[in-house]
Structures are given as C-alpha cells and as structure tokens.
C-alpha cells in the first residue's frame, strides 16, 4: 500500500519562496506528481518527477529523492493567484509488477499574504 | 491534447434516489478513463477506471457502479443514493506519463 504524507496549511507572502513536502511509503515506485487545485474546481496537473533530482517549470520546482520516500514542490516569486491547494500523488507497481494508479495525498492549503 | 467534459456541474438529490453522471472525452482515442470523489477538505479517492469499452476496475466497494458503452463516454451511477455519497465528483484522462487530466468536477449533494 501507500502512505502520503504533505502538511495541512502552508502561508507565505506575495514575493517570497514556499516550498511544500510530501513524503510516502511504497513498496514499488513509479512516479510522483504535483496537482494545483483552487477552491471548488479541478486538479490541474503541475510536475512528474520519476528520476531523482531537480525538474524546473517556469517559477515552479520538484524534487524527488526516491531513497527518502521525498520530494518537494518550490513556488518562486510568489502571486496571490498562487493560494490553492497543492496535491502531491504517486504511483506505485503491485506485487505482479503491474503499475496501480495514483495516490493522492490530503493536500496543503496554501494562502499567499499580501 | 485531450478535453474532459463532465455534467451537471452542481446536483442536489434525496437519498435514495438514482444518479447518473456522464463524462466525455475529446481530443484522443481509446483513452484511459478514471472516476474520482473528493470529500470536503480531503484527497482524491479513486473509485473506477477503465482501459476500454466495457472493461471496469473498481478500486473501493461501495454503493457506486461504471460503466463504459463507447470509447470516449464513462459514465457513474448509483441506484439508491446515501448520504456519503455527497462530495466533488472528477472524471479523468490520462496522459503520456499517466498524468489525470481532470473535468470540471459534479458537486453532489445528497439530502
């Protein structure tokens, strides 16, 4: 099974740098991915980071280091448009070396200050 | 790229009675299809997905069922409808890297 773990609320300010972990527990790995969700609509896709290391889109950032079951999601040059959820969600291969869907993790809510 | 369309956007139904919610797919062919629920304040719980007409995997037992009559069309239903069964409901394509192309969401509320 899958354990994932992200904080529940995160604040910042307009400007500033924010950066939100999640770390899991699974048995196989297969890829983890960043969904930007804001109040009463649908996930939107952000990042996949399958390799360790550093994947870089525009102002936002993911890192994943599989041997710590961790990775991280780094806002830059923070906006008010930026407060929203952040779901961190991975997928995992079965016992039969089938890749299972996705888990999501719970969420961090996060709230940019003026 | 693919488009997820979802309908209603909002529906208010009595317990006990039947739901029917309908999802399409545009933009790619023989997708893989997905259904998720999202109570308030929690993650997505994956409840079905579907690799091609017909064929249903159901993730988590529940009061819940799919069905899959054409390759672009996923469609939820529930003959009698609980309280639980409130929450945000999401269809789901998949892209290159089984990244989930969401819909707009079905806002449920049982009463």
């Known amino acids: 099974g899958q354990n994932i773990d992200q904080p529940t609320e995160m604040t910042a300010t307009e400007g500033a740098i924010v950066q939100i972990n999640c770390t899991y527990q699974?048995?196989?790995?297969?890829?983890l991915f960043w969904y930007q969700q804001h109040a009463g609509e649908a996930p939107t896709f952000l990042s996949y980071?399958?390799?360790?290391g550093l994947e870089e889109k525009g102002r936002f950032s993911s890192f994943l280091s599989r041997s710590k079951g961790y990775s991280y999601l780094l806002l830059k040059e923070l906006q008010m448009k930026d407060s929203a959820s952040y779901l961190c969600?991975?997928?995992?291969?079965?016992?039969?070396?089938?890749?299972?869907?996705?888990?999501f993790g719970s969420g961090t809510q996060l709230t940019v200050l003026p | 790229s693919q488009t997820i369309h979802q309908w209603p956007a909002t529906l208010v139904q009595p317990v006990g009675s039947p739901l029917s919610l309908e999802c399409t797919v545009e933009g790619t062919s023989n997708p893989n299809l997905y259904w998720y629920r999202q109570a308030a304040g929690r993650g997505l719980q994956l409840l079905f997905y579907s690799v091609g007409i017909g064929q249903i995997s159901s993730e988590v037992p529940q009061n819940l069922s799919a069905s899959r009559p054409q390759d672009r069309q996923f469609i939820l239903s529930s003959k009698k409808l609980l309280l639980s069964d409130s929450g945000f409901y999401l269809c789901?394509?998949?892209?290159?890297?089984?990244?989930?192309?969401f819909g707009p969401g079905t806002r449920l509320t049982v009463l």
């Open positions: 980071n399958v390799l360790d």
């Open positions: 789901a394509g998949a892209g290159q890297v089984d990244e989930q192309f």
């Open positions: 969600a991975v997928r995992d291969y079965d016992s039969s070396g089938s890749a299972r869907q996705l888990t």
């Open positions: 699974t048995s196989g790995f297969n890829g």
